[in-house]
């Protein structure tokens, strides 16, 4: 029979079991409550190699979060399918080559690699090699990717934004990139405030950029031009795309058949930019545009000797 003392410690150890058990539970209804209001800030998911150094001692450091959520993920593709609105994922050195396109259909994704390598795909990169496919499609608004290299073969794109539907907001930076396309945006749909920034594009075999969205802003990019290929290519497809700003980019060619900077269509006076640009050794340095005054100005192509030329096409 238990003593006086010996039944009030039983007592208090029921009583803080169940302080603990209304505890879990009130966690357990805020992280349940929050997820129905939108979450303004997400989780950090981790994606490492089960093979890298490391690994173990990574994984017992990031147990999973209160909801049963894993934290650390072997492959790109199930953490981001693991991911919620605003959830960020992190990318640890190495080569993903994942098998199969990915689609980025969270609303407010943002997916950070460790970094590049200046101007070649560096200690963290996305690989496309025997499938054929798109690395990324982007399906959702807000979506963020930087610091990732992309090495794509064969006829695919490494970020594909032409979904079902318009897609906003998609900001992609620090980047590096090949394949036929390196980004190909809008299409039957509309691709809106894409912005790509401080990004480089090495021998895309179509064209680094494909812009055909409404408020894009390509600025401080570099473009390797292969021959008959297109460092960007603007497409004004249809009047209410307009609004859109490239400069600061640098592009250079082999003097064959490439260009700098390809206009396809008529764009419309006042909703396009093209300035500040230099470029060299492009057979074709700037397309014609076929109308509009205050298309492009102050862009700059390289000469063998001499001074850089201004390419002023600031009128009809």
């Known amino acids: 029979m238990a003593t006086k003392p010996e039944r009030s410690v039983e007592k208090l150890i029921e009583r803080f079991t169940q302080m603990i058990k ?28 089960s093979t890298a150094t490391g690994y173990e001692q990574f994984v017992r450091e990031h147990q999973p979060y209160l909801d049963g959520t894993e934290k650390v ?25 994942e098998g199969a396109e990915i689609a980025l259909d969270v609303e407010g994704l943002r997916i950070f690699g460790s970094g590049t390598t200046g101007l070649m795909y560096g200690p963290c990169s996305m690989k496309q090699s025997a499938a054929n496919h798109h690395i990324f499609s982007i399906e959702a608004n807000g979506i963020e990717i930087a610091g990732l290299g992309f090495i794509v073969s064969g006829a695919y794109n490494a970020i594909d934004i032409d979904h079902t539907a318009a897609v906003y907001k998609t900001h992609v930076h620090d ?13 039957t749909f509309d691709s809106v405030d ?22 894009n802003k390509a600025v401080n990019n570099t473009f390797w031009v292969p021959t008959s290929g297109i460092g960007i290519q603007y497409v004004p497809t ?22 700098g900077i390809q206009i396809d269509g008529t764009p419309t006076a006042g909703q396009v930019m093209i300035t500040e640009n230099k470029i060299f050794k492009c057979n074709t340095t700037i397309t014609a545009v ?21 390419i002023d096409t600031d009128t009809d």
Request: hydrophobic share 35%; proline share 1%; charged share 15%.
């Open 73 to 97: 993920y072997t492959s790109v593709k199930s953490a981001v399918d693991a991911a919620q609105s605003n959830d960020q994922i992190i990318i640890a050195p190495g080569v993903y080559d």
């Open 290 to 310: 076929s109308s509009g005054s205050g298309i492009a100005m102050n862009n700059y192509t390289g000469a063998s000797t001499g001074a850089i030329t201004v």
């Open 194 to 215: 894409l912005i790509v920034e401080d990004c480089s594009f090495l021998s895309c075999a179509t064209a680094g950029l494909y812009m055909n969205g409404s408020r």
């Open 238 to 259: 249809t009047t209410n795309r307009g609004f859109n700003l490239i400069a600061n980019n640098l592009i250079c060619g082999t003097g064959t058949t490439d260009t």
């Open 175 to 187: 980047c590096f990139f090949t394949g036929t396309y390196g980004i190909y945006s809008g299409g």
């Open 22 to 49: 209304n505890r879990l539970i009130d966690i357990k209804e805020s992280i349940d409550n929050r997820d129905k209001r939108g979450k303004v800030f997400g989780r950090t998911l981790y994606v490492i190699k």
